[in-house]
């Protein structure tokens, strides 16, 4: 009887979760209103995560009274992997056709149609697109162990290279995190900064956020930073489940957020945001409470060889691996 009772309890505590990924279809309107990151700081230049991010808008156009002026909403957060190639979630391609890339770190700010690129070409895992069609097909729910969040990366082509940007030549080593740590038996976990334009905070007002009780939260498309820590549990995993209800995280328009560790003074890309998760029961009335849950992050060391062949096939020729 009392394991009747405690599946019951472990199904309807599955239940009450339910995934907010960041490029749903109603997410724009919910995170237009605020900022980023999750209990973040902003992004200056001259800081190490300068140069390295992108934010991928929809229902782009040119006010054509003000060129400096776009109309834009935010669909998610890119990385920087190579001058023409940024990472993303695979659910971010959904009418990437009508997606513009944004090289800025404040999209409030007045913009020159130099910092604006469009998606040449996108690809994704062929197992995302086969994991979605199962999930579908069976009516899978929801939840931290779909297997379509192990596949969940895209690369898009842009139609001309970044000249700024910047990315860590260790991304391309074969010395995986776990790896890494294994050469420093003092070394139980790494520091980890995660990057995005989406949210700042879980509150429906940011006026009732305690830790903003005394600044003004920037808008959303403010690229922002939070800092966390990873032991070798988190780096073992293909995704890692990272709850933030009273720690930084990410949230609704962070889909595609970079995580890099840090490594003697380097940053190496780790993984990129994919979702984040509420607990309905939590607030029914704030439509924000996901952020102040658990989120998932994709662990790309799992997916180097993917990355590398992609860019191939694209490039027809193997990307140099020497930094910009």
Known sequence: MKLVMTLRLWAMLFLSFTIAACGGPNFMDKTKIDGSILRGENVYRGDLLFGRTVFIAKNFSVDTSSPSQ??????????????????????????????????????????????????????????????????????????????????????????????????????????????????????????????????????????????????????NGTLMKAKLTLDLTDLAQRTILRNQRFSTGVCSGDSGAPLFTLRDDELYLQAIAIATFKVKDEDQNNIYNQCYGESIYLNLD?????????????EKKWPELTPI
């Not at 940024?86 to 997606?99: D, K, R, S």
């Not at 994991?131 to 596949?151: C, D, F, M, Q, W």
């Not at 030549?169 to 995005?196: C, E, H, M, P, W």
Request: aromatic share 12%; net charge positive; charged share 25%.
């Open 70 to 219: 776009f109309k834009k909403f935010g669909l998610c957060t890119g990385v920087i992997i190579r001058e023409r190639y940024i990472l993303t979630a695979a659910h971010c391609t959904v009418n990437i056709e009508e997606a513009r890339v944004i090289f800025t770190e404040d999209v409030n700010q007045p913009l020159l149609m130099s910092q604006v690129y469009t998606i040449k070409n996108f690809k994704i895992p062929t197992e995302y697109r086969e994991a979605i069609k199962h999930e579908t097909r069976r009516n899978v729910l929801p939840g931290p162990n779909n297997r379509s969040h192990r596949y969940d990366l895209a690369i898009l082509q842009l139609d001309r290279p970044i000249s700024e940007a910047k990315y860590s030549k260790t991304y391309f080593d074969d010395l995986y995190s776990v790896k890494y740590l294994a050469q420093d038996k003092n070394r139980k976990s790494l520091i980890g900064y995660v990057a995005g334009y989406g949210r700042i905070s879980e509150y429906n007002n940011t006026q009732d956020d305690p830790h903003y009780a005394t600044t003004t939260p920037p808008l």
């Open 302 to 314: 799992y997916h180097k060889n993917w990355i590398l062949k992609t860019i191939f096939n694209l």
